[in-house]
T-cell receptor, first 115, second 114 residues
Framework: DTAVSQTPKYLVTQMGNDKSIKCEQN?????MYWYKQDSKKFLKIMFS???????INETVPNRFSPKSPDKAHLNLHINSLELGDSAVYFC??????????????FGSGTRLTVV | AQSVTQLGSHVSVSEGALVLLRCNYS??????LFWYVQYPNQGLQLLLK??????LVKGINGFEAEFKKSETSFHLTKPSAHMSDAAEYFC????????????FGAGTILRVKS
């Protein structure tokens, strides 16, 4: 199936741990994003990569580090997890220069719970 | 910078009634506008999009939206609500066709009463 897939779907971890979330798309897109959806369901952009190059880096604690090994993959590593990091993290992809025409395709999300 | 305001965080309608979800946008260039739907514990799915062609846009599941430049609005409607429409709906804007991101509104939860 063509899609944006995220793993894991659920992640429960203790404060202070380090964890990673992975995202892969097989749509042939060249631009990928991480969004955070907080408890009030607000979607806030965190990062964007175009063809492995970081193009958007919003005001995000430097405990969050994205990595894009190739244009089909975008991972998110979080160090020293805090309670406030609990949220649903969505990966999305699109084609550069075509966002207005196509919007995004979203992954199904990773629900991170920090205890 | 672009922004989106969704009036009403919760909307409740009876099954069979008209659905109206409001979205107003701000953009310094002609906007490209989207509505997404999120069912519980799922990702966001594209409902419809405005891309500067027809101002009345039809989407999936019987939804449609009308772009009104004079009102800077892109309200989502459906003539007759179905129980399966209960979900959260997000309006989003791209700053022009070549914008580098979508900016989302805060979302509107639609409840459908039987």
């Amino acid at each position: 199936d063509t899609a944006v897939s995220q793993t894991p779907k659920y992640l429960v971890t203790q404060m202070g741990n380090d964890k990673s979330i992975k995202c892969e798309q097989n749509l042939g897109h060249d631009t990928m994003y991480w969004y955070k959806q907080d408890s009030k369901k607000f979607l806030k952009i965190m990062f964007s990569y175009n063809n492995k190059e970081l193009i958007i880096n919003e005001t995000v604690p430097n405990r969050f580090s994205p990595k894009s090994p190739d244009k089909a993959h975008l991972n998110l590593h979080i160090n020293s997890l805090e309670l406030g990091d609990s949220a649903v993290y969505f990966c999305a992809s699109t084609t550069a220069g075509r966002i207005g025409s196509y919007g995004y395709t979203f992954g199904s999300g990773t629900r991170l719970t920090v205890v | 910078a672009q922004s989106v305001t969704q009036l009403g965080s919760h909307v409740s309608v009876s099954e069979g009634a008209l659905v109206l979800l409001r979205c107003n946008y701000s953009s310094s260039v002609p906007p490209y506008l989207f509505w997404y739907v999120q069912y519980p514990n799922q990702g966001l799915q594209l409902l419809l999009k405005y891309t500067s062609a027809a101002t009345l846009v039809k989407g999936i599941n019987g939804f449609e939206a009308e772009f009104k430049k004079s009102e800077t609005s892109f309200h989502l409607t459906k003539p007759s609500a179905h129980m399966s429409d209960a979900a959260e709906y997000f309006c989003a804007v791209s700053e022009g066709e070549y914008g580098n991101k979508l900016v989302f509104g805060a979302g509107t939860i639609l409840r459908v009463k039987s």
